[in-house]
């Protein structure tokens, strides 16, 4: 079946640590994106690629970086720059620019302890 | 740039009642409009969307929605709330011209459905 993979699904980390997440795709589709969703907040956009090897920054993309090397794939690090990194992280993708919908993964929740 | 505003972050309905859920939306170009479910821990799945053909918008379980461009509106409404429709909605805007995934949320609204 189709769809978008993240792991791992529940994630803990120490303060000062950098962490990734990890999201595959095999749905053949062009653009993927990073939402985080904060109780109250709805999701907020940290970063999108519409192409291999090219991605932008989103609308909170500070202690945040991406890579976009392989089509299938778009890993998060959230780096010890985040200053409150606990949230729940959305990976999405869609077939590309001005063509479908976006189909949504099940979510990483990060805490920090 | 564009928003959205979901009137409403709790929403309790009886079961078999009507269901409306409320959102208002600003942008600056025709935008395209979604309407997503999320259950507790899970991703989003999506309801429907507009993408300026119809503005009566049908969807899955029984939701639509209808645009309406004089109001700034995309209300979503089902006739007859269902047990398992309880979950938070999110509704949520992309610009033309741009992808579709690149998404603008509203805050969502939680719907509870009693029995």
């Known amino acids: 079946d189709g769809g978008i993979t993240q792991s791992p699904k529940y994630l803990f980390r120490k303060e000062g640590q950098n962490v990734t997440l990890s999201c595959e795709q095999n749905?053949?589709?062009?653009?993927m994106y990073w939402y985080r969703q904060d109780p109250g907040q709805g999701l907020r956009l940290i970063y999108y690629?519409?192409?291999?090897?090219?991605?932008q920054k989103g609308d909170i993309a500070e202690g945040y970086s991406v890579s976009r090397e392989k089509k299938e794939s778009f890993p998060l690090t959230v780096t010890s720059a985040q200053k409150n990194p606990t949230a729940f992280y959305l990976c999405?993708?869609?077939?590309?620019?001005?063509?479908?919908?976006?189909?949504f993964g099940q979510g990483t929740r990060l805490t920090v302890v | 740039a564009q928003s959205v505003t979901q009137l409403g972050s709790h929403v309790s309905v009886s079961e078999g009642a009507l269901v409306l859920l409320r959102c208002n939306y600003s942008?600056?170009?025709?935008?395209?409009l979604f309407w997503y479910v999320q259950y507790p821990n899970q991703g989003l799945q999506l309801l429907l969307k507009y993408t300026s053909a119809a503005t009566l918008v049908k969807g899955i379980n029984g939701f639509e929605a209808e645009f309406k461009k004089s109001e700034t509106s995309f209300h979503l409404t089902k006739p007859s709330a269902h047990m398992s429709d309880a979950a938070e909605y999110f509704c949520?805007?992309?610009?033309?011209?741009?992808?579709?995934?690149?998404?603008?949320f509203g805050q969502g609204t939680i719907l509870t459905v009693h029995p």
């Open positions: 690629s519409q192409i291999v090897n090219d991605f």
């Open positions: 942008s600056s170009v025709p935008p395209y």
């Open positions: 949520a805007v992309s610009e033309s011209g741009t992808s579709y995934g690149k998404l603008t």
């Open positions: 749905l053949n589709h062009d653009a």
């Open positions: 999405a993708s869609s077939i590309g620019r001005e063509v479908g919908e976006a189909f």
